[in-house]
């Protein structure tokens, strides 16, 4: 079983960066892939980015293509998603998950945490 617990979000003006992360416990974090999600009012929970658990590979949606990076620390448990060039657009609750390395079904979820960008 693993916990997710995702901080960093918060209020901010168009054109700032913000980086989130998502801290893992209770498993062994290099078996799982991440994924960052977000949901914003009236809408669907959408896939942002993701990133291979080795860090080798990684995907971004095109809203957010050159403008979201990610990355991973293993030996932290941690993944970051680093968010620049921020836009009104952006304002979601942000999750992360994690899925097994031979699944394709996200398994583990954190809380959420809110970002809003002001323009």
């Known amino acids: 079983q693993v916990q997710l617990v995702e901080s960093g979000g918060g209020f901010v003006q168009a054109g700032d960066s913000l980086r989130l992360s998502c801290a893992a416990s209770?498993?062994?974090?290099?078996?799982?892939?991440i994924g960052w999600f977000r949901q914003a009012p009236g809408k669907d929970r959408d896939l942002v980015a993701r990133?291979?658990?080795?860090?080798?590979?990684?995907y971004y949606a095109d809203s957010v293509k050159g403008r979201f990076t990610l990355s991973r620390d293993n030996a932290k448990n941690t993944v970051y998603l680093q968010m620049k060039d921020l836009k009104p657009e952006d304002t979601a609750v942000y999750y992360c998950?994690?899925?097994?390395?031979?699944?394709?079904?996200?398994?583990?979820w954190g809380q959420g945490t809110q970002v809003t960008v002001s323009s």
């Open positions: 990133i291979h658990w080795s860090s080798a590979s990684t």
């Open positions: 209770g498993g062994t974090f290099s078996n799982y892939h």
């Open positions: 998950a994690a899925r097994f390395t031979y699944s394709a079904n996200y398994v583990y």
